[in-house]
């Protein structure tokens, strides 16, 4: 018989056609096989069996799936044209699904598959949802609306979780109308597609032919040089922005050529979602980084080099400071704050420290550093230890006449005026090495 106008409706919970029909020859049906396997439309749904005999499995390249087909020549419009089937969602908490079954062990809650033939197994099965898919308004516990299309798989105890939703409504929205369904706004003219209990994995495949081969699929974020294009990590799931804490963008700035443009930038956020600042930028033509944003609106500017020819590194160039640039700049609070430190893994304590003010000390990295170098006052630096040159000590002056382990001292450019107190002055006059004492005496130790 020729199938059309065939009207199902629900009545009291129940699939009713108002014509009787059976389509297709069926099989008798397996006593494990859920019900209404014969091929029917009656009180509990239509049923459009698939005979195993004579079908693919058996080589011969018949088909016998059975298969609902329905045709349109509609073309969409906002009057609900073109729709093939209607889902009438009749209560507020009640759900339309396409369902999909699978035989399981009850005992082991396997599949229930003969490994051999690859039927069902002839005993110690049920029938169990694995799939749905489908849509509904208001959750199951009646305290909250959903209002979404959703994906739902079974879980390890048999109960069907939605895994994938796209709202009809802003759920964002739905807390202080969960007792006043009727006021949820259904449509919205941007949605926010969810996962749940779910990762989201894209599967990296390398493209071999067609008009992308040489690339590899990935996970896109598209969009002109006028748009931003985020990826958003935030404390809710829903679109308010209140949620945002962290972003990371392709931002706006204008492609001139050469490269340029369509920058990254790694955004962090306040509490209630507004936008701090900028935590990384990186350059597209260049790679330069830029870190956050220092006291006085600097920042840093930081490049690595890396190159077979010998020049390698890392080279950080701000772009503004108190004097010139410089290759690294350390901003601390006190002149305590260590600027750099440095140890040998392993070790107990650090074996070089420089502090902001620029002292500087060193150790052996088993105990505490014991030498020290700094600034005391206006052109004096000082050591609290010892001090060794192991080839010549120089005193404004480049001439060591060919010697080693000398020390050279240049001709005073201000012999000492004055008369030093608790000690003396050694200075070079004319050539002459010279000593005053604290008497005032000037004594010639050696001539010129």
């Known amino acids: 018989m020729a199938l059309r106008d065939i009207d199902l409706k629900y009545v009291n ?8 029909m059976r389509v297709g020859s069926a099989p008798s049906a397996p006593s494990n096989l859920p019900a209404g396997y014969g091929g029917s439309a009656t009180a509990t749904g239509l049923t459009i069996s698939s005979s195993y005999a004579g079908g693919d499995d ?74 749905w898919q489908g849509a509904h308004y208001e959750a199951n516990d009646h305290g909250s609306v959903h209002g979404h299309w959703e994906l739902e798989v079974a879980d390890s105890s048999g109960a069907l979780q939605g895994r994938l939703e796209i709202p009809f409504i802003d759920q964002s929205k739905t807390a202080a109308q969960t007792d006043d369904m009727a006021n949820v706004v259904v449509g919205i003219d941007y949605t926010n597609i969810r996962t749940n209990l779910a990762d989201f994995s894209v599967r990296a495949q390398n493209i071999t032919t067609g008009d992308y ?5 990935c996970l896109r974020v598209g969009g002109g040089n006028d748009k931003v294009k985020d990826i958003l990590l935030s404390i809710s799931s829903d679109m308010q922005n209140s949620g945002r ?44 980084a830029t870190f956050g944003a220092a006291p006085g609106g600097r920042s840093s500017r930081v490049a690595a080099v890396w190159s077979t020819s ?54 052996d990295g088993t105990a505490s550093r014991d030498v020290n170098l700094y600034r005391t006052s206006a052109d004096v630096l000082k050591t609290d230890d010892s001090f060794t040159v192991g080839a010549n000590l120089r005193i404004n002056t480049t001439s060591v006449a060919a010697g080693v382990g000398v020390i050279a001292v240049a001709n005073a450019t201000t012999p000492p005026p004055n008369t030093p107190s608790g000690g003396g002055v050694i200075y070079v006059e004319a050539g002459a090495l010279k000593y005053k004492g604290s008497s005032g005496t000037v004594t010639t130790i050696a001539p010129a």
């Open 13 to 20: 919970g129940a699939l009713v056609s108002s014509k009787a």
């Open 58 to 131: 058996d080589g011969t390249g018949t088909d016998s799936t059975g298969r609902l087909n329905l045709y349109s020549y509609q073309r969409a419009n906002n009057y609900s044209f073109g729709e093939n089937i209607r889902h009438f969602i009749m209560r507020s908490d009640a759900k339309t699904m396409q369902a999909f079954y699978m035989p399981v062990q009850t005992s082991t809650k396997k599949g229930g598959y003969d490994g051999t033939t690859r039927d069902p197994m002839a005993s110690g099965i049920s029938w169990k949802p694995v799939v």
């Open 213 to 217: 081969a040489g690339q590899t699929t």
């Open 245 to 288: 804490r962290w972003g990371f963008r392709a931002n706006t700035t204008t492609e001139s050529g050469s490269n340029a443009g369509t920058d990254l930038q790694i955004l962090r956020y306040a509490d209630d979602g507004t936008q701090l600042g900028t935590g990384l930028g990186m350059e597209r033509s260049t790679g330069n």
């Open 310 to 363: 010998g020049h390698h590194g890392f080279s950080a160039q701000p772009s503004a400071s108190p004097g010139s640039g410089a290759a690294f700049d350390a901003v601390l609070t006190a002149t305590t704050d260590r600027a750099f430190q440095a140890d040998v893994s392993g070790d107990a304590n650090r074996r070089w420290v420089v502090l902001a003010d620029g002292n500087m000390s060193w150790g």
